[in-house]
Each structure stands twice: as structure tokens, then as C-alpha cells.
């Protein structure tokens, strides 16, 4: 009787545990698809040849929302939503909608903080949340988090001493404008950079006359 009433207990553990496999399995096909059809588009049967791409701003980040509640590790889809929103809230700045900006800027935060936790090597990610934090008055912030989290790990991508540069240049703090004339600047007689992008190289050199002068 007890051995029974063990092989049905178990039964019915291994039904709640298929259910729930089921369940996080349709959840995770939908985002997926969805992020298919936000990144890439897909192909409408009804129209030979022709692609349906969602491209709404306000509409993919609604549907990234929803991916974090039903697939959570879907990081790239929280990746693009940063971008998508980080060029809404470009867009919103220049036209002065500020109610716009508002919302934009804090979705770009929001997701590409959620897309760094899970995959800190993205570079655009990467990109994306240091430009969100200078434009909301936190350059210090993107200033360290680029020198420890990118720079730290990826010392050898001469772009990512070009993005340091920018960020550094864009400071009115003494110390970070002679950490970009010494430390990512070669001395003026010498000509190794690491720094790759020329027309940098040349604001570089002439921010380190008046620097060092």
C-alpha cells in the first residue's frame, strides 16, 4: 500500500515538473519569436517575399518587459531593446519631448543594465550604457565603469581606448583630462597608440600641450 502511494506521489511530481518544462518552453518559443520578428523580421506567408519587422520603439520595449518575465536569459533580446531605446530617447532630445526622453532614457538604463548582468562582454551593450550614463549627468560613473568592466578585461581593443578617450575628454576634472594625455596619450616623441581612431589622436595630442605645458 505505502509503495503505491509512493509511485503515485512520484507520479504525480514528474507530471508537475513536465507541465512546468512545457510551460517555460512555449514561453521561451514566443520570446524568441518575437525578438526574431523585432530583430530580424519574419516573412509574412500571405505576402510572397514580403517581411513583417517590428520597429515601434514604445512596442519593442513593451515586448522586452514582457521577456523578462517569461524568459529571463534572453539577453540579446534586452541588448537591442537598449539600443532601440536609446535611440528613441536621441531622437526624443533633439525634438525636445521631454516626457518621451524621460521614458526612453530610463528603458535604455533598465535594459542595458538587465543585458550587461547577464552577458558583460556585449560591446554595443557596453557602449549604449556608458552614453545613457553621461547623458544623464553620471560621467564619472561611465568613466569608471568603462576603465574597470571594459578596459580591465579587453586592454587589448584599441577601440575601447578610443571610447575611454572620448569619455575622459568630456570631463572638466584635471585628473581624468591627464589620465587621457598620459596614460592613452604616447609622450610627443614617441608615436605607439593604442588609441585607433587618427582625428582622436590629433585632439589627443593637442589637449596634452596644454595639459603638460
Known amino acids: 500500500m505505502l509503495r503505491q502511494r509512493l509511485k503515485i506521489f512520484v507520479a504525480c511530481v514528474l507530471v508537475v515538473i513536465c507541465a512546468a518544462s512545457v510551460v517555460r518552453a512555449v514561453k521561451a518559443s514566443v520570446v524568441s519569436y518575437h525578438y526574431r520578428k523585432v530583430r530580424y523580421g519574419i516573412f509574412d506567408h500571405s505576402a510572397i517575399g514580403e517581411k513583417k519587422q517590428i520597429t515601434d520603439q514604445k512596442k519593442i520595449a513593451d515586448l522586452a518587459r514582457a521577456a523578462e518575465k517569461n524568459y529571463p536569459e534572453h539577453y540579446l533580446f534586452f541588448a537591442h531593446a537598449a539600443s532601440v531605446s536609446w535611440d528613441g530617447a536621441r531622437t526624443a532630445r533633439d525634438r525636445l519631448e521631454f516626457e518621451k526622453f524621460n521614458y526612453y532614457i530610463g528603458e535604455a538604463l533598465h535594459f542595458a543594465k538587465t543585458a550587461l548582468s547577464l552577458n558583460p562582454y556585449g560591446e554595443q551593450t557596453r557602449r549604449v550604457y556608458a552614453d545613457v550614463l553621461v547623458e544623464t549627468?553620471?560621467?564619472?560613473?561611465?568613466?569608471?565603469?568603462?576603465?574597470?568592466?571594459?578596459?580591465?578585461?579587453?586592454?587589448?581593443?584599441?577601440?575601447?581606448h578610443d571610447k575611454m578617450a572620448q569619455l575622459l575628454m568630456l570631463s572638466d576634472d584635471p585628473e581624468h583630462l591627464r589620465e587621457a594625455v598620459t596614460v592613452l596619450t604616447p609622450p610627443p616623441n614617441q608615436n605607439i597608440w593604442l588609441v585607433q581612431d587618427r582625428a582622436l589622436r590629433e585632439r589627443l595630442r593637442k589637449l596634452q600641450k596644454i595639459v603638460l605645458k
Open 137 to 160: 549627468g553620471n560621467l564619472d560613473e561611465a568613466i569608471d565603469y568603462w576603465r574597470a568592466q571594459v578596459l580591465e578585461r579587453e586592454y587589448w581593443k584599441g577601440i575601447n
